[in-house]
């Protein structure tokens, strides 16, 4: 079993949670990288941009007072009747983006942080005011009183390619200023469940616990990156896997905090989900690619505009869209105002329909219960939803479909990712309000079957395949 781990400080605090099968996300703090084609390497080697980069690379030291859980753990103050909380300390880094004191660094690096202290490289040390964060992407903004600081100039992140030097300027486990080399391996890096919005360079330049919220930057000293992540194994040490958030992305954030003391991104008001083949199969889809609209907002802008669930979203501005990731990152992108014209494919036919974009609302971001009924050619027990149903899981009231109550495993429906707790709606694209209707729906002979499931307030469709 492998673990999701952050590194707050240099003991290694498991903050996160099981994925089960997949890698080891590790956060680690403090790393700059420095990117450069092979074929320009400079005679002597890198000394002239790493000291160009040290300066400018800080260490950030942030105090954090936590409550105590353990009763047993020991209070402070007479008869410990103070608050069962600690302190605890915990440190990164950050770069140096204006003479003036403003400093890019990970959000998880300050976050819950009361005081920040900021030391230079000249051992010069300031309190620092986070200007501003965002967790969405792992960035933040904090300012420094203090001015004719050196400087890593914000580059072009785009202009990074696979195979480019990379080295990496940071302070693992407590050495002091260590430098390491690698190259950028791979661009574009998303669907990794780290951030909300992730486009990664990824780099095999050495990274260990202590590296967060350092930079990414070519030999001409141009920050292209903050660093934010590594791969793992349970021991936290460097795997020759870690992510680095694009300075282009980085610089539009920063612009947002501190223009707007908040990151204004885009909204149309959907839900998505990823294509695979069954459900490209299901919905007419000649490939994979495009991502399947599973709820619109009914005052959004997608609505407005007359998107509907089931379609599939192919183009955004004529530019083909691969993935959910993809799509998230460019309607965000757009500025509130800004008219985007979607591709979907709906029935087999493709329509053109644009969409004024907005901004993202701010949280966008006792009854007898009837007994289940088996639905047993698909593997699963069913019940209606009713007003008490609705209150215990949470769910808008007047939600209607059935509920799934208990799935059983090595089933069609157990292979298709039904859940205890879903809420079937729709079957082959027919709403259903009871037990009964769904039973109806699903007892023709057609042997692929498409739901849509209600998931905790989300919605998403599944594929029902009673071949397997």
């Given at each position: 079993m492998k673990l999701i781990y952050r590194f707050p400080a240099i003991g290694m605090c498991i903050l996160a949670a099981v994925l089960g099968t997949g890698p080891v996300w590790a956060q680690g703090k403090g790393t700059s990288v420095v990117a450069q084609s092979v074929a320009a390497i400079p005679p002597g080697g890198f000394s002239g941009a790493v000291k160009q980069a040290v300066p400018a690379v800080v260490n950030i030291s942030c105090v954090r007072v936590v409550r105590v859980t353990d009763p047993k753990a020991p209070v402070s103050g007479p008869l410990g009747l103070l608050p069962h909380t600690r302190r605890e300390r915990d440190s990164g880094s950050g770069v140096v983006v204006t003479p003036d004191g403003y400093i890019l660094t990970n959000n998880h690096v300050i976050e819950g942080a009361t005081k920040v202290t900021v030391s230079l490289s000249d051992k010069r040390e300031f309190n620092a005011t986070i200007v501003g964060s965002d967790d969405k992407s792992d960035v933040a903004v904090l300012k420094i009183e203090a001015g004719n600081l050196p400087v890593l100039p914000l580059g072009d992140s785009s202009t990074a390619q696979v195979g480019d030097i990379a080295l990496a300027i940071g302070n693992p486990f407590g050495l002091g200023q260590t430098v390491t080399m690698g190259i950028v391996s791979a661009l574009g890096r998303g669907n990794l469940g780290i951030e909300r919005y992730e486009d990664f360079i990824q780099t095999d330049a050495a990274i260990n616990p202590g590296n967060s919220g350092g930079a990414l930057i070519n030999t001409k000293g141009e920050l292209i990156g903050i660093n934010t992540a590594i791969l793992a194994n349970e021991n936290g040490g460097n795997q020759g896997v870690g992510f680095a958030i694009p300075s282009n992305m980085a610089r539009n954030i920063m612009s947002e905090i501190r223009d707007h003391g908040e990151v204004i991104r885009g909204w149309v008001g959907i839900e998505i989900?990823?294509?695979?083949?069954?459900?490209?199969?299901?919905?007419?889809?000649?490939?994979?690619?495009?991502?399947?609209?599973?709820?619109?907002?009914?005052?959004?802008?997608?609505?407005?505009?007359?998107?509907?669930?089931?379609?599939?979203?192919?183009?955004?501005?004529?530019?083909?869209?691969?993935?959910?990731?993809?799509?998230?990152?460019?309607?965000?992108?757009?500025?509130?105002?800004?008219?985007?014209?979607?591709?979907?494919?709906?029935?087999?036919?493709?329509?053109?329909?644009?969409?004024?974009?907005?901004?993202?609302?701010?949280?966008?971001?006792?009854?007898?219960?009837?007994?289940?009924?088996?639905?047993?050619?698909?593997?699963?027990?069913?019940?209606?939803?009713?007003?008490?149903?609705?209150?215990?899981?949470?769910?808008?009231?007047?939600?209607?479909?059935?509920?799934?109550?208990?799935?059983?495993?090595?089933?069609?429906?157990?292979?298709?990712?039904?859940?205890?707790?879903?809420?079937?709606?729709?079957?082959?694209?027919?709403?259903?309000?009871?037990?009964?209707?769904?039973?109806?729906?699903?007892?023709n002979p057609t042997d692929v079957i498409l739901l849509s499931v209600n998931r905790g307030g989300h919605n998403l469709y599944m594929v029902v395949d009673r071949r397997v």
């Amino acid at each position: 079993m492998k673990l999701i781990y952050r590194f707050p400080a240099i003991g290694m605090c498991i903050l996160a949670a099981v994925l089960g099968t997949g890698p080891v996300w590790a956060q680690g703090k403090g790393t700059s990288v420095v990117a450069q084609s092979v074929a320009a390497i400079p005679p002597g080697g890198f000394s002239g941009a790493v000291k160009q980069a040290v300066p400018a690379v800080v260490n950030i030291s942030c105090v954090r007072v936590v409550r105590v859980t353990d009763p047993k753990a020991p209070v402070s103050g007479p008869l410990g009747l103070l608050p069962h909380t600690r302190r605890e300390r915990d440190s990164g880094s950050g770069v140096v983006v204006t003479p003036d004191g403003y400093i890019l660094t990970n959000n998880h690096v300050i976050e819950g942080a009361t005081k920040v202290t900021v030391s230079l490289s000249d051992k010069r040390e300031f309190n620092a005011t986070i200007v501003g964060s965002d967790d969405k992407s792992d960035v933040a903004v904090l300012k420094i009183e203090a001015g004719n600081l050196p400087v890593l100039p914000l580059g072009d992140s785009s202009t990074a390619q696979v195979g480019d030097i990379a080295l990496a300027i940071g302070n693992p486990f407590g050495l002091g200023q260590t430098v390491t080399m690698g190259i950028v391996s791979a661009l574009g890096r998303g669907n990794l469940g780290i951030e909300r919005y992730e486009d990664f360079i990824q780099t095999d330049a050495a990274i260990n616990p202590g590296n967060s919220g350092g930079a990414l930057i070519n030999t001409k000293g141009e920050l292209i990156g903050i660093n934010t992540a590594i791969l793992a194994n349970e021991n936290g040490g460097n795997q020759g896997v870690g992510f680095a958030i694009p300075s282009n992305m980085a610089r539009n954030i920063m612009s947002e905090i501190r223009d707007h003391g908040e990151v204004i991104r885009g909204w149309v008001g959907i839900e998505i989900q990823d294509l695979s083949g069954g459900l490209a199969a299901a919905f007419g889809v000649p490939d994979n690619n495009g991502v399947l609209v599973t709820d619109i907002e009914s005052d959004g802008p997608a609505y407005s505009a007359g998107l509907q669930r089931g379609d599939v979203i192919r183009q955004i501005d004529g530019r083909a869209i691969e993935d959910g990731r993809m799509l998230s990152m460019k309607i965000a992108e757009a500025s509130p105002g800004r008219t985007l014209e979607f591709l979907v494919l709906r029935d087999g036919s493709e329509r053109r329909l644009p969409a004024v974009v907005e901004k993202m609302p701010s949280d966008k971001q006792a009854e007898e219960n009837p007994e289940p009924q088996s639905s047993r050619k698909l593997g699963l027990a069913i019940q209606d939803v009713n007003a008490q149903i609705a209150r215990d899981l949470g769910i808008e009231p007047g939600t209607t479909g059935v509920l799934v109550v208990a799935v059983q495993p090595e089933s069609p429906a157990f292979d298709s990712g039904l859940q205890p707790g879903d809420i079937v709606q729709e079957v082959n694209r027919k709403s259903i309000k009871t037990a009964n209707e769904f039973r109806n729906a699903v007892s023709n002979p057609t042997d692929v079957i498409l739901l849509s499931v209600n998931r905790g307030g989300h919605n998403l469709y599944m594929v029902v395949d009673r071949r397997v």
